[in-house]
């Protein structure tokens, strides 16, 4: 989207409207994807928050920012001794300070194309009052409709509601709206629930899935040599029900089967990691969980117990990557683990917890943080270890669905902004604005065998990238003998130039010519597998510029096959060459960056280098010195990015 509107030729202005700088760890990443993805989409608008501590958020994310109420508004006063002083604040303080912030909401919006409200627990009085977060949307909502400044909620939750005035504010400030998506079917249910119910309004996945991939750390290195698991903590109390005495046990049992699972898992062999997810209200829970293991004789700071305190908000991802499996009620815990490949487990204190597990294949897995049943979640950790490798698979295949979905949800909600703007764009495949072009990045269309057939015929002499391939594996298993899986070999070209030392395996979605090292599998919709083989050696060329949607899953799966101190090889088109040409059939087109960091989820990227370099985007021929070309293995900076044809990326698996 281009800030400058072709009739109006303004400057675009958007504000992010979320309850951040309140140190929830989950609401500041929402703000980084949020902010990320309009970047990219908006590159020249002009962005601002705004949020409930504007300093932390000017801080944290060098974003001008605005408080959502004026200082006065903010700062509590003492309670009132009587009724009479109770009322002569509200008439001669609390009124006049309300205009006025009414006022400065329209004038803080005067301009403004577009606010955006940003995910986050804003539709809720869940441990809040009426004339608290459902106020402040309500006034917010209608302050940009009278600035005539658009209004769009995005990926927004529905926590409970309680009181009757609470769901006018909401309702209201929905219906000013003219784009609402929800997180899940549940949010939308609730609604439904309360008397809105727009069964056109869309659901898409929690906005935290759309951070950027260089967000995400590698895994991290641990101090054990065993298996990690990391425990979350919350202090979960809905003020509404405070005053209800199985409410208030609640939180006893919880910590006692917190403390409980702990001691299960180091007296078999785990170590623990104590997580949390909200800078401000976790760090009691995990003094009081502390102080429960410590009357056991368990002290944090050992090896096999830690509980790290929280620096920054940026710390949480860094300690999630530290650990194997992790076990908590923080919901946005529960998506970092997910979008880090982390088996997980829920203690759900609201049923969007156990909406995003089953979403991804873990509805097996949650339990009520009210009633926690210490016998049911160690079996459920058992079985979830037991099936860890399976679930990986399909947590990385859904992060990725759901990155997806939320790329076509921006340009929705980005499409238009301000009132003279060209036509919001139709939802179309995701598109590669890195490339600097309309190529779609990520579809659905796979070629069937029939193409197959017809395209492998092209490849049935030894071409340039077969015998550079066959150079680096000769240089690699020094004479010994290895097994090999050429992924998508074809006519078995490569077999033909390696050495008498590689035991040769293929598969293809067409084979030509049967042969007992030869299978014919459509591998993009069924696992990589070859008798259940393991191989020192698995070969990608030319294969995952058509493996769309599946790249992370295929990854995983060529991962599974390969020896422990194996190799995997594989190629990728340069699609940023000076003169570079997409083929019509290709589903999976990125930068050679972002394919590097899709590989480095599941692989450590030992090189990364040009196949060849020509000008025209061809295999070298005679007059491109081949020869040369051919024991040649080093990126030429500035040359390279411009002129390399395809790049090889040289990986060996993660631990």
Excluded at 51 to 58: E, G, M, R
Excluded at 78 to 91: H, Q, S, T
Excluded at 540 to 551: D, L, T
Excluded at 584 to 604: H, K, P, W
């Amino acid at each position: 989207m281009e800030r400058h509107s072709p009739v109006s030729g303004k400057r675009k202005k958007i504000a992010l409207y979320g309850i951040f700088g309140i140190q929830n760890i989950g609401n500041e990443y929402t703000l980084e994807a949020m902010l990320y993805n309009v970047r990219q989409l908006a590159s020249d608008a002009e962005i601002y928050a705004v949020c409930y501590d504007p300093l932390d958020t000017q801080r944290l994310h060098g974003l001008p920012a605005c408080a959502v109420k004026c200082p006065p508004l903010s700062h509590k006063l003492p309670p009132a001794g009587n009724l009479v002083v109770k009322l002569l604040r509200g008439i001669f303080r609390r009124i006049p300070l309300e205009l006025y912030d009414w006022i400065r909401a329209v004038r803080v919006l005067l301009g403004t194309d577009l606010m955006i409200m940003t995910g986050t627990g804003m539709l809720t009085d869940y441990c809040s009052v009426t004339f608290g977060y459902p106020y402040d949307v309500f006034k917010w909502s209608l302050a940009a409709r009278v600035a005539r400044c658009k209004v769009r909620f995005v990926g927004v939750g529905v926590s409970p509601i309680h009181g009757r005035l609470s769901r006018t504010f909401i309702k209201t400030a929905l219906a000013a709206a003219d784009y609402r998506s929800f997180r899940d079917e549940q949010s939308r249910a609730r609604l439904r629930q309360y008397g809105f119910e727009r069964p056109h309004d869309p659901v898409f996945p929690d906005l935290a899935f759309s951070l950027p991939l260089s967000a995400l750390p590698a895994a991290g290195h641990r101090a054990g040599a065993g298996r990690v698991v990391g425990i979350g903590v919350m202090k979960f109390v809905d003020m509404h029900k405070r005053e209800c005495a199985y409410y208030d046990g609640a939180y006893d049992r919880y910590l006692d089967a917190m403390c409980g699972f702990a001691i299960w898992l180091l007296e078999h062999g785990y170590s623990v990691r104590i997580l949390e997810g909200d800078m401000r209200h976790d760090p009691p829970v995990r003094v009081d969980l502390e102080a429960r293991l410590a009357r056991c004789g368990l002290a944090c700071g050992v090896v096999d117990l830690a509980a790290p305190e929280l620096a920054s908000p940026h710390d949480l991802l860094d300690h999630l990557s530290r650990v194997d499996f992790v076990v908590s009620p923080r919901f946005h815990n529960l998506v970092f683990g997910i979008m880090l490949g982390k088996p997980a487990i829920s203690i759900s204190y609201d049923p969007k917890n156990d909406a995003l597990l089953e979403a991804c294949g873990l509805g097996a897995y949650c339990q009520s943080i009210e009633n926690v049943d210490l016998e049911r979640l160690i079996g459920q950790f058992i079985d979830l270890e037991s099936q860890a490798d399976r679930l990986r698979i399909e947590m990385q295949r859904k992060s990725d669905e759901f990155r997806s979905l939320l790329d076509e949800q921006y340009r929705q909600v980005l499409g238009e902004v301000g009132p003279k703007s060209a036509p919001t764009p139709q939802v179309e495949p995701r598109r590669a604005s890195v490339l600097g072009g309309s190529v779609p990045t990520v579809t659905d269309n796979f070629n069937q065998r029939d193409f197959w057939v017809k395209e492998n015929l092209s490849y049935a002499k030894p071409n340039f990238r077969a015998r550079k391939c066959a150079r680096m594996i000769a240089e690699l298993s020094k004479g010994e003998p290895c097994d090999l899986l050429d992924v998508g070999c074809g006519p078995a070209a490569l077999r033909q130039v390696l050495g008498s030392n590689i035991n040769y395996y293929g598969m293809d979605m067409a084979i030509h010519h049967p042969a007992p090292y030869l299978r014919e599998l459509d591998f993009a919709h069924n696992p990589i597998s070859f008798d259940n083989k393991r191989f020192r050696f698995v070969v990608a060329m030319g294969i995952f510029e058509y493996m769309g949607r599946y790249q992370a899953q295929k990854f995983e799966e060529i991962r599974s096959i390969l020896d422990p101190n194996g190799t995997f090889i594989m190629s990728y088109v340069n699609f940023r060459h000076f003169r570079r040409k997409i083929y019509d059939m290709y589903n999976n087109v990125q930068s050679i960056a972002d394919m590097r960091r899709g590989l480095e989820r599941t692989f450590t990227v030992d090189r990364c280098f040009p196949e060849c370099h020509h000008w025209r985007s061809k295999q070298p021929g005679k007059n491109a010195l081949p020869a040369l070309q051919l024991k040649m293995e080093v990126s030429v900076p500035v040359l390279s990015p411009l002129l390399a044809v395809e790049y090889f990326f040289v990986c060996s698996p993660r631990a």
